[in-house]
């Protein structure tokens, strides 16, 4: 099949596609005569896998290391699970994160007056003054979504 027959199989962006292949996460595909890409079963199976890794916000490390396991059925698979629990680990840093997000929000919302003039709207003082401004940054630069 074709790039955008894949890209349809797997309902994924043909830009991803050729991003995975840069990355060695997808081997490259044969081509024909007149250059086009060309993918088999391994292809749709492989991307399938890499989808679901990152549908469980798993970086391209993390999934290389996965895929190395997956290629080596034989070796001893006590790395997969101890991935799985450092990622995890991720995941729940990553919720404290947005769990003080959340509250630093709903502080926000504290400072509306739904009938002031946007001149006075208490949430863009808020977020023009320096103090909260800095806290929020902190707070959401902690963790770079899908890079741990």
């Known amino acids: ?3 955008g027959e894949l890209a349809q199989a797997t309902d994924t962006p043909v830009e991803t596609i050729r991003f995975y292949e840069k990355e060695g996460l997808l081997p490259s595909p044969a081509r024909t005569e ?3 890409r060309i993918y088999g079963l391994e292809h749709v ?5 890499i989808r679901r890794c990152r549908s469980l916000d798993m970086a391209l490390d993390e999934i290389r290391a996965l895929l190395r396991f997956k290629e080596s059925p034989q070796e001893n698979c006590g790395g997969v699970g101890e991935l799985l ?25 504290e400072q509306c007056s739904t009938t002031a003039a946007s001149g006075d709207c208490g949430i863009l003082k808020e977020l023009s003054s320096e103090g909260p ?5 902190r707070a959401v630069t902690k963790h770079v979504h899908g890079t741990h």
Request: zero cysteines; charged letters at 35%.
């Open 85 to 109: 629990e450092e990622h995890l680990g991720h995941v729940a840093q990553r919720i404290r994160e947005l769990r003080a997000l959340e509250k630093q929000l709903k502080g926000l919302l």
């Open 45 to 49: 199976e492989r991307l399938m896998f």
């Open 34 to 36: 007149s250059n086009y």
């Open 1 to 3: 099949m074709k790039i």
């Open 133 to 137: 401004a800095r806290a929020f940054k």
